[in-house]
Antibody, heavy 117, light 112 residues
Framework: EVQLVESGGDLVQPGGSLRLSCTAS????????MNWVRQAPGKGLEWISY????????HYADSVKGRFTISRDNAKDSLYLQMIGLRDEDTAVYYC??????????WGQGTLVIVSS | DVVMTQSPLSLPVTLGQPASISCRSS???????????LHWYQQRPGQSPRRLIY???NRDSGVPDRFSGSGSGTDFTLKISRVEAEDVGLYYC?????????FGQGTKLEIK
């Protein structure tokens, strides 16, 4: 069974930094590209980042470009999202999602990031 | 960026009746490999999203056959033949053809 478990969400002050992690199991992590998707409270889904299986291809939404960095460690079956310069509008549940083929075929349960002073 | 426009945004439906959600993209989602990268997701209250339909019309494993997807190019539809109580929640279309990938605003399905 495919499982994705996010962690690292926390309350952080505006301008602060945070690193999210996503640990995968139940599939060969190194064979799949991955995504991060977020959902602000009471709002819709926002795709924010993608990394290919080999890390050779990376994409970001304009809203996070230059502030967030996606990475992965295939030896540890783990996906990461380094976030700096956090803003109020970054408050959201952050989901990691496996990329099936230009989509998100399996999702984690999410981790909550709150940016507030 | 490709804009995904869903309608309606609110969908009250009587149990056992059909429901339909439209999703339109601002650019074609057809790729040179012949695939169209339009997908549908369901998010039940308090749960993570789950994929229902991928590449327009392919139902995921475990998804009831009352769910179907259709469309081409820039115009797509998710249909539920007979709504059941467990179908309550939010439905999103997503395009995976262009970077950045983008979601529709979401359609909230509720029981009348």
């Amino acid at each position: 069974e495919v499982q994705l478990v996010e962690s690292g969400g926390d309350l952080v002050q505006p301008g602060g930094s945070l690193r999210l992690s996503c640990t995968a199991s139940g599939f060969n992590f190194g064979y799949y590209s991955m995504n991060w998707v977020r959902q602000a409270p009471g709002k819709g889904l926002e795709w924010i980042s993608y990394i290919s299986y080999s890390s050779s291809s990376i994409h970001y939404a304009d809203s996070v470009k230059g502030r967030f960095t996606i990475s992965r460690d295939n030896a540890k079956d783990s996906l990461y999202l380094q976030m700096i310069g956090l803003r109020d509008e970054d408050t959201a549940v952050y989901y990691c999602a496996r990329d099936g083929d230009g989509d998100c075929d399996h999702w984690g349960q999410g981790t909550l990031v709150i940016v507030s002073s | 960026d490709v804009v995904m426009t869903q309608s309606p945004l609110s969908l009250p439906v009587t149990l056992g009746q059909p429901a339909s959600i439209s999703c339109r993209s601002s650019q074609s989602l057809l790729y040179s490999d012949g695939n169209t990268y339009l997908h549908w997701y369901q998010q039940r209250p308090g749960q993570s999203p789950r994929r229902l339909i991928y590449k327009v019309s392919n139902r995921d494993s475990g998804v009831p056959d009352r769910f179907s997807g259709s469309g081409s190019g820039t115009d797509f539809t998710l249909k539920i033949s007979r709504v059941e109580a467990e179908d309550v929640g939010l439905y999103y279309c997503m395009q995976g053809r262009h970077w950045p990938h983008t979601f529709g605003q979401g359609t909230k399905l509720e029981i009348k």
